[in-house]
């Protein structure tokens, strides 16, 4: 854009193209606060936010057979278990992962139990 000035944008873009090498490093190093916090949880097991909202245990598809898991309420593996279990399903719903889906069997929760985390 002109300014009114003809040569401003000139002398702007390279006053900044100096400047960029710096600003490229700034973004790179981390902050100090974020090192210490990092420092302090080093060696520490990581808890998770919503570590029984995302609980799913597994099972082969020999076993999902076996039980006839195929009657339950399902959706595939890329789906959100967080979004499944808010929208749908309810917060202590049990699901289990039967080869490429999700099941909510929480009518009988001995399949969830036989399950292997």
Known sequence: PKFGY????ADLTLALSSLWPQLRIA????????KLKRASQKGKKQQLKHFKTMRVKR????EGKRWN?????????????IGMKRLYYGEHALLVR????????TENPKI??????
Do not use: D, Q
Request: positive net charge.
């Open 6 to 9: 003809p040569g401003l944008a």
């Open 27 to 34: 973004r790179k190093t981390a902050s100090p606060a974020g």
């Open 59 to 62: 099972m082969t598809i020999e």
């Open 69 to 81: 898991i195929s009657r339950y309420p399902n959706f595939h593996r890329s789906g959100s278990i």
């Open 98 to 105: 039967c080869g490429n889906y999700i099941y909510n069997v």
């Open 112 to 117: 969830y139990h036989r399950a292997h985390l």
